[in-house]
Every structure is written in structure tokens, then in C-alpha cells.
């Protein structure tokens, strides 16, 4: 499951971040070139930011969604 979101600035790398490493299941985080640990604060600057970046869980769905609701500030509406 996936969607995306766009993380402008340091503070939103950290807290995407830190909202993810709470969660007990794999998060990884994508640009065109790169996929990357989305746990991981160092990884995630591999990535471009200049556009959004894809997100991607492996989850069940009720972890997805309520993990969705916590970035929801981040996430990129109509992807």
C-alpha cells in the first residue's frame, strides 16, 4: 500500500521519521531514482525532495490507515 507525500524541510524529514519509527512494521520511502528505509533520518536525505516522495507499508490496512492519519499534514491530496 502507498501514497505520497512532500516533506519540505528538515523538521518534516524528522518528523515524518520519527512518526514512522514508532510503527512496528516496514515503511520505505521513494523518489524516481531511490528507495530508501523511511525509519531512517540519514537515508531519507538520498532522496529528492524537490518533488513528492512515495511511500510505501507493509502492513494490514487498518495499520496503514491509522499510520496515513498521523502524516496526513505531509501527504499529497488526489495521488
Same mark, same amino acid.
Given at each position: 500500500m502507498e501514497f505520497?507525500?512532500?516533506l519540505?524541510?528538515?523538521q518534516d524529514v524528522l518528523d515524518f521519521v520519527t512518526?514512522?519509527?514508532a /510503527?512496528?512494521?516496514p515503511i520505505s520511502v521513494g523518489d524516481r531514482r531511490h528507495r530508501v528505509n523511511g525509519k531512517s533520518f540519514m537515508e531519507m536525505f538520498c532522496?529528492?525532495?524537490r518533488a513528492p516522495v512515495t511511500v510505501r507499508t507493509d502492513?494490514? /490496512?487498518e495499520e496503514f490507515?491509522?499510520?496515513r492519519a498521523d502524516v496526513a499534514r505531509?501527504?499529497?491530496k488526489g495521488k
Open positions: 505520497q507525500v512532500r519540505t524541510c528538515v512518526l514512522a519509527t /510503527r512496528p512494521f532522496l529528492d525532495f502492513c494490514t /490496512r490507515e491509522a499510520f505531509f501527504e499529497v
